[in-house]
């Protein structure tokens, strides 16, 4: 594939948006391993041809287009992207179609570059004659996410059911590989299991997410778990407990921050790493938080169209945040009876101990508001250690050390900064274990979260 000198621009408004996915193939990019898989199946349980992109095997056609200004997860999804459209137009040859295919990348808005990620890759991919029939479908936390106009008809909101459900079980999944593998009888094990795992689960919701059939799911959760239960060596203490925050994909992705969990784990931690669902939560609370700040706004100054406009923006976020804690909740608390996996966070609850701490406010918004919040929520819990761990140069994620560093000093909980890009860090194993000796000295002085 040869890139033209010269791009138009006139896709951004035509080649980006929300695209009916039926009859098309829908690429999603691999955040997080278990997520991306159990998303796509709840996906393919309404005739939508989801599939999840291979990540991180081509670094270097990322890095080609792009400038090394952008942060790394626009370089790793632009790479993973043009790899599969590379391998796909060779496999097809002259049937390869690229109206067939439509890109998943989502927005926010806001001051992260993060919004622009799918803007950028548009214009890559109309350097290339080839790939200008591709879309990019962009949902936005403008709405909260909303999955509205992916799928026609009425069964928009058990669609948007079974998505978020996908997230939930996929962030519970990870949790219950952290809980298995620092313990675990023999060493691979525990990869293996959830990996076969997450295959049963995804074929789970392919079976029963279009009916929402979320007990039947549960129940192969619950099957699942009592399984892993058997690799657990109980003569193995309980080790410290170490809470991982940061930027959503490269805590995310095991590629991206170069193994981070297991490489605590291999100096003797127990990690548990803040949820994809956590920032869904979020966009669904921060919506109808903006929502209601309006309407008081309205009500003041005696606007009805806005004042109504606003109650029903309250209603619709609020719909979609209420059902999405419940289900949270249920859920959690149903698999917690069978495995003592961590609790997700509410987000309700963050904001409240922001508030509380008078460091920072969910009113300037970013990812910069949980991670903050979620230091101290591990801090209060007994955790023994907590890492922010972010792309370099990231803005939420240098916010947010510039705040939680004194912060956990006041705490006296050990925080350690991980700034990640592409290139390997020749001290990283130094600082991991000078932090990991501190983890241990908090966890003889004061023991670790029951």
Same mark, same amino acid.
């Given at each position: 594939?040869?890139? &033209?000198?010269?791009?138009?621009?006139?896709?951004?408004?035509?080649?980006?948006?929300?695209?009916?996915?039926? @009859?098309?193939?829908?690429?999603?990019? &691999? !955040?997080?391993?278990?997520?991306?898989?159990?998303?796509?199946?709840?996906?393919?349980?309404?005739?939508?041809?989801?599939?999840?992109?291979?990540?991180?095997?081509?670094?270097?056609?990322?890095?080609?287009?792009?400038?090394?200004?952008?942060?790394?997860?626009?370089?790793?999804?632009?790479?993973?992207?043009?790899?599969?459209?590379?391998?796909?137009?060779?496999?097809?040859?002259?049937?390869?179609?690229?109206?067939?295919? %439509?890109?998943?990348?989502?927005?926010?808005?806001?001051?992260?570059?993060?919004?622009?990620?799918?803007?950028?890759?548009?214009?890559?991919?109309?350097?290339?004659?080839?790939?200008?029939?591709?879309?990019?479908?962009?949902?936005?936390?403008?709405?909260?996410?909303?999955?509205?106009? !992916?799928?026609?008809?009425?069964?928009?909101?058990?669609?948007?059911?079974?998505?978020?459900?996908?997230?939930?079980?996929?962030?519970?999944?990870?949790?219950?590989?952290?809980?298995?593998?620092?313990?675990?009888?023999?060493?691979?094990?525990?990869?293996?299991?959830?990996?076969?795992?997450?295959?049963? %689960?995804?074929?789970?919701?392919?079976?029963?997410?279009?009916?929402?059939?979320?007990?039947?799911?549960?129940?192969?959760?619950?099957?699942? $778990?009592?399984?892993?239960?058997?690799?657990?060596?109980?003569?193995? &203490?309980?080790?410290?407990?170490?809470?991982?925050?940061?930027? $959503?994909?490269?805590?995310?992705?095991?590629?991206?921050?170069?193994?981070?969990?297991?490489?605590?784990?291999?100096?003797?931690?127990?990690?548990?790493?803040?949820?994809?669902?956590?920032?869904?939560?979020? #966009?669904? +609370?921060?919506?109808?938080?903006?929502?209601?700040?309006?309407?008081?706004?309205?009500?003041?100054?005696?606007?009805?169209? *806005?004042? %109504?406009?606003?109650?029903?923006?309250?209603?619709?976020?609020?719909?979609?945040? +209420?059902?999405? *804690?419940?289900?949270?909740?249920?859920?959690?608390?149903?698999?917690?009876?069978?495995?003592?996996?961590?609790?997700?966070?509410? =987000?309700?609850?963050? @904001?409240? !101990?922001?508030?509380?701490?008078?460091?920072?406010?969910?009113?300037?918004?970013?990812?910069?508001?949980?991670? $903050?919040?979620?230091?101290?929520?591990?801090?209060? &819990?007994?955790?023994?250690?907590?890492?922010?761990?972010?792309?370099?140069?990231?803005?939420?994620?240098? =916010? #947010?050390?510039? %705040?939680?560093?004194?912060?956990?000093?006041?705490?006296?909980?050990? +925080?350690?900064?991980?700034?990640?890009?592409?290139?390997?860090?020749?001290?990283?194993?130094?600082?991991?274990?000078?932090?990991? +000796?501190?983890?241990?000295?908090?966890?003889?002085?004061?023991?670790?979260?029951?």
């Amino acid at each position: 594939m040869k890139p &033209q000198k010269a791009a138009g621009f006139q896709s951004l408004n035509e080649g980006i948006g929300v695209f009916n996915a039926k @009859e098309k193939h829908l690429l999603i990019p &691999q !955040m997080n391993r278990n997520v991306s898989h159990l998303f796509a199946g709840a996906l393919r349980s309404f005739d939508i041809h989801a599939r999840v992109l291979e990540t991180c095997k081509d670094l270097d056609l990322g890095r080609e287009y792009t400038s090394g200004k952008e942060c790394l997860p626009c370089l790793i999804t632009t790479g993973d992207i043009l790899y599969f459209l590379k391998k796909e137009r060779n496999r097809l040859g002259e049937d390869f179609n690229p109206d067939n295919y %439509i890109y998943c990348m989502p927005e926010s808005d806001g001051p992260c570059r993060f919004g622009m990620y799918n803007k950028y890759q548009r214009i890559v991919l109309d350097s290339f004659p080839e790939l200008r029939g591709v879309k990019i479908g962009s949902l936005t936390s403008r709405d909260g996410y909303s999955l509205d106009g !992916m799928l026609e008809g009425e069964s928009i909101w058990k669609f948007r059911k079974a998505a978020y459900f996908g997230i939930l079980v996929g962030d519970i999944l990870n949790r219950i590989a952290w809980r298995i593998r620092p313990y675990e009888i023999e060493e691979g094990l525990t990869d293996q299991f959830i990996e076969r795992s997450m295959r049963v %689960i995804a074929d789970s919701f392919e079976a029963n997410g279009s009916e929402n059939n979320f007990n039947r799911i549960l129940d192969h959760v619950e099957e699942i $778990i009592e399984e892993g239960k058997t690799i657990i060596d109980p003569a193995i &203490q309980r080790k410290p407990l170490v809470g991982v925050v940061g930027e $959503i994909f490269i805590r995310s992705q095991n590629e991206a921050n170069q193994d981070l969990v297991k490489t605590l784990e291999r100096h003797g931690a127990e990690v548990v790493v803040a949820s994809i669902a956590e920032w869904v939560n979020y #966009t669904s +609370y921060n919506r109808m938080r903006d929502a209601r700040t309006d309407l008081r706004l309205n009500i003041k100054q005696l606007r009805p169209r *806005q004042v %109504i406009r606003n109650l029903k923006s309250i209603f619709d976020f609020g719909k979609n945040f +209420y059902y999405q *804690q419940f289900m949270q909740t249920r859920s959690y608390k149903r698999l917690r009876s069978s495995i003592d996996i961590a609790e997700d966070h509410k =987000v309700a609850h963050l @904001e409240k !101990m922001l508030d509380r701490e008078d460091v920072f406010s969910f009113d300037v918004g970013t990812e910069a508001c949980l991670s $903050i919040s979620g230091l101290i929520a591990y801090a209060g &819990q007994g955790f023994n250690g907590v890492v922010n761990v972010y792309p370099f140069t990231c803005m939420p994620g240098t =916010v #947010t050390s510039s %705040i939680a560093k004194p912060l956990m000093n006041r705490y006296r909980v050990p +925080y350690l900064d991980t700034p990640c890009d592409t290139g390997l860090q020749p001290g990283r194993e130094g600082t991991v274990r000078t932090f990991m +000796y501190q983890v241990y000295q908090h966890f003889k002085r004061n023991g670790r979260k029951n």
